[in-house]
């Protein structure tokens, strides 16, 4: 199994969309519950009640339908947990090696930009001492920023608050890599998208498959997500014109008040910060 880890708007479905076209990689849809059932294992110390909390809320959550519900019934989801060990990770190789049993792919995903602000709680039930694969990819925080406020669904404040957020979460997980010597594989998106033919062979070989160039089939990315407004450009794939759009985009003022809040993420990513 693998983890993509990203803050929002920094293509992590758009990373999904070109895996997915892999016909040895899956990645279902959003889900919700990595970092509720790492709270439980934390705080419930008997397995037996663990087990039954996590199955149950498993199934329960708003995206399991969408997401592995696709694949997986609450009694298999029930049927895998209590018979997995009870660790984070067993759990999660246990449910996405079902999946990836039944579809035939050798890798198995999931990614939602949500958990990249729980490292801590992920580290501390032994994510990063596991076999789960890490993916990570970021993005500039100041292109974030705009993408995000063309949503309908960011906060009014996302300017003045978004870019420490971005650098805290995103830098927290570096350390965390480095302190475990992890699986861990690093993107940023504008390298995917100005040159996917050369980042995706590498990826497949951090996941262990032989590359496709099925991966660069970009009309067949977001089929199924071309009702939500802000994945409507994904059926344009590599969009290289909105690499560092914010420089002839965003205001100068905004542009520096991002540099600012964020400028050691900036540098150790590689991101001018002048």
């Known amino acids: 199994m693998f983890i993509i880890f990203g803050s929002p708007r920094s293509g992590t479905t758009l990373l999904r969309e070109a895996l997915n076209q892999h016909n040895k990689i899956f990645i279902p849809h959003e889900t919700d519950f990595i970092v509720p059932i790492s709270f439980v294992l934390d705080r419930v110390s008997d397995p037996g009640i663990g087990r039954e909390i996590i199955s149950n809320l498993i199934a329960a959550t708003h995206d399991f339908g969408p997401s592995i519900g696709n694949f997986l019934s609450a009694k298999e989801v029930k049927d895998l947990v209590h018979n997995a060990d009870y660790s984070l990770s067993a759990i999660l190789n246990a449910l996405y090696g079902e999946i990836g049993n039944k579809l035939g792919r050798e890798a198995v995903g999931d990614k939602s930009p949500n958990d990249l602000?729980?490292?801590?709680?992920?580290?501390?039930?032994?994510?990063?001492?596991?076999?789960?694969?890490?993916?990570?990819?970021?993005?500039?925080?100041?292109?974030?920023?705009?993408?995000?406020?063309?949503?309908k669904?960011?906060?009014?404040?996302?300017?003045?608050?978004?870019?420490?957020?971005?650098?805290?979460?995103?830098?927290?997980?570096?350390?965390?890599?480095?302190?475990?010597?992890?699986?861990?594989?690093?993107?940023?998106?504008?390298?995917?998208?100005?040159?996917?033919?050369?980042?995706?062979?590498?990826?497949?070989?951090?996941?262990?498959?032989?590359?496709?160039?099925?991966?660069?089939?970009?009309?067949?990315?977001?089929?199924?997500?071309?009702?939500?407004?802000?994945?409507?450009?994904?059926?344009k794939g590599f969009m290289v014109e909105r690499c560092y759009a914010w420089k002839s985009e965003m205001p100068v003022e905004l542009a520096m008040n991002c540099t600012l809040r964020a400028r050691e993420g900036l540098r150790v990513f590689g991101y001018e910060t002048n």
């Open 153 to 235: 669904w960011a906060p009014e404040n996302i300017v003045n608050n978004f870019p420490r957020i971005w650098e805290g979460s995103n830098l927290n997980l570096v350390r965390f890599m480095d302190e475990s010597q992890h699986p861990y594989f690093r993107v940023r998106y504008e390298d995917m998208v100005i040159n996917p033919g050369s980042v995706m062979p590498h990826l497949c070989d951090f996941l262990g498959v032989q590359y496709s160039d099925k991966m660069l089939n970009t009309a067949d990315f977001g089929r199924d997500l071309k009702h939500l407004d802000h994945h409507r450009n994904l059926d």
């Open 117 to 151: 602000a729980f490292i801590g709680i992920l580290k501390k039930v032994g994510l990063f001492e596991s076999n789960i694969r890490i993916i990570h990819i970021i993005r500039d925080v100041r292109d974030v920023v705009m993408s995000l406020k063309n949503t």
